[in-house]
């Protein structure tokens, strides 16, 4: 007969919590990055449209958020439009004008503000899990370098 202590279980909650923590500290600058950049692009501000012409970075941003390039697009060359003819009738000159754009439906503006409320809560409920786990947590130094990480190495990878 032998003599053994009994084994102690393994603290999976624990280890659970120290996996999020670290996962999270890597992966909370992308987060950071999506939810910001998704939220610009609800009202589609990286797109140029008529009467606005979008500034530099947030084009830049909308394109690294779709295509994972921070560089404005190349200008498309300009349609060439038919000269005019002086004796054409005025009207024909206004039905060549295009139509204004119909209201977007109800359910779509509702949508989009409420995709842009959840983007803000996003980033909000991710920089209050950085705040805890730089601040709180017993692993301070080790979050403190994976966040540190998680921002460099995606900026390293545009760079290449």
């Given at each position: 007969m032998t003599d053994t202590a009994p084994r102690k279980p393994i603290a999976w909650p624990m280890l659970i919590r120290q996996g999020h923590l670290f996962l999270g500290?890597?992966?909370?600058?992308?987060?950071?990055?999506?939810?910001i950049t998704g939220g610009l692009q609800i009202f589609r501000l990286q797109e140029s449209h008529e009467g606005y012409t979008p500034?530099?970075?947030?084009?830049k941003l909308g394109r690294m958020h779709m295509d994972q390039v921070f560089?404005?697009?190349?200008?498309?060359?300009?349609?060439?439009?038919a000269p005019a003819a002086a004796d054409a009738p005025a009207a024909a000159v206004e039905a060549a004008r295009p139509e204004p754009k119909?209201?977007?439906?109800?359910?779509?503006?509702?949508?989009?503000?409420?995709?842009?409320?959840v983007a803000v809560g996003l980033v909000l409920s991710t920089l209050m899990g950085v705040w805890m786990g730089v601040m709180v947590s017993?692993?301070?130094?080790t979050a403190?370098?994976?966040l540190l990480?998680?921002?460099?190495?995606?900026?390293?990878?545009?760079l290449v």
């Amino acid at each position: 007969m032998t003599d053994t202590a009994p084994r102690k279980p393994i603290a999976w909650p624990m280890l659970i919590r120290q996996g999020h923590l670290f996962l999270g500290m890597i992966i909370a600058p992308s987060i950071l990055m999506f939810a910001i950049t998704g939220g610009l692009q609800i009202f589609r501000l990286q797109e140029s449209h008529e009467g606005y012409t979008p500034p530099p970075i947030v084009e830049k941003l909308g394109r690294m958020h779709m295509d994972q390039v921070f560089a404005l697009k190349k200008p498309r060359p300009a349609p060439v439009a038919a000269p005019a003819a002086a004796d054409a009738p005025a009207a024909a000159v206004e039905a060549a004008r295009p139509e204004p754009k119909p209201a977007p439906p109800l359910s779509k503006v509702l949508l989009q503000w409420f995709f842009t409320l959840v983007a803000v809560g996003l980033v909000l409920s991710t920089l209050m899990g950085v705040w805890m786990g730089v601040m709180v947590s017993r692993w301070k130094i080790t979050a403190r370098w994976l966040l540190l990480a998680g921002t460099v190495l995606p900026v390293l990878m545009l760079l290449v």
